[in-house]
């Protein structure tokens, strides 16, 4: 079974960037497309990014396209979030999820990321 673990969280400024990264492990892995989520306090589950795991397709939310970029290192089953000119309201939790294939909803969820912005 795939499990995944998030990790790159923290305190940042107003304006900071930060890095997430999404390490799979287990059996072979090979999603269709690997996705950032995000929760903030009292909030549901907000999708941020997503990328396809042979092609690198990307898409993201309007709120945060221009300032994330979700990568992909195929050789080491490792999904990337770099956040930049980050704001107080990108302020949550952040997961990472895997779909195995085009119609399949979003499983394996870790067990999160925490990412504050100070203003």
């Known amino acids: 079974q795939v499990q995944l673990g998030e990790s790159g969280g923290g305190l940042v400024q107003t304006g900071g960037s930060l890095r997430l990264s999404c390490a799979a492990s287990?059996?072979?892995?090979?999603?269709?497309?690997m996705g950032w989520f995000r929760q903030a306090p009292g909030e549901g589950r907000e999708f941020v990014a997503r990328i396809t795991w042979n092609g690198g397709y990307t898409f993201y939310a309007n709120s945060v396209k221009g300032r994330f970029t979700i990568s992909r290192d195929i050789t080491k089953n490792i999904v990337y979030l770099q956040m930049g000119s980050l704001k107080p309201e990108d302020t949550a939790i952040y997961f990472c999820a895997r779909k195995g294939s085009p119609t399949d909803e979003y499983d394996g969820w870790g067990q999160g990321t925490q990412v504050t912005v100070s203003s």
């Open positions: 287990g059996r072979t892995f090979s999603p269709y497309a």
